[in-house]
């Protein structure tokens, strides 16, 4: 019997060999519209995760910025 290859749901992430510019993103965080300052950094290719360090807030409120500017 012949095994079934899944294709991966994975995505290649751009950057994962890339090691973040967090100085750069804190500058880009620190601008006054920080909504949509959360959005280019996401679309720049930083985790939730370390944008929401940055910020000092949590990764699931940076995954609601995301989620309302997408619409």
Do not use: F, H, T
Not at 38 to 64: D, N, R, T
Request: hydrophobic fraction near 35%; charged fraction near 35%.
């Amino acid at each position: 019997m012949q095994e079934l290859k899944k294709a991966s749901s994975l995505i290649e992430a751009s950057n994962v060999d890339k090691k973040p510019d967090v100085r750069k993103l804190e500058k880009m965080l620190l601008d006054k519209e920080r909504n949509k300052q959360i959005i280019k950094a996401y679309e720049k290719g930083y985790s939730q995760y370390l944008i929401a360090k940055v910020l000092g807030i949590s990764q699931p409120a940076v995954c609601g910025v995301i989620k309302r500017g997408r619409k």
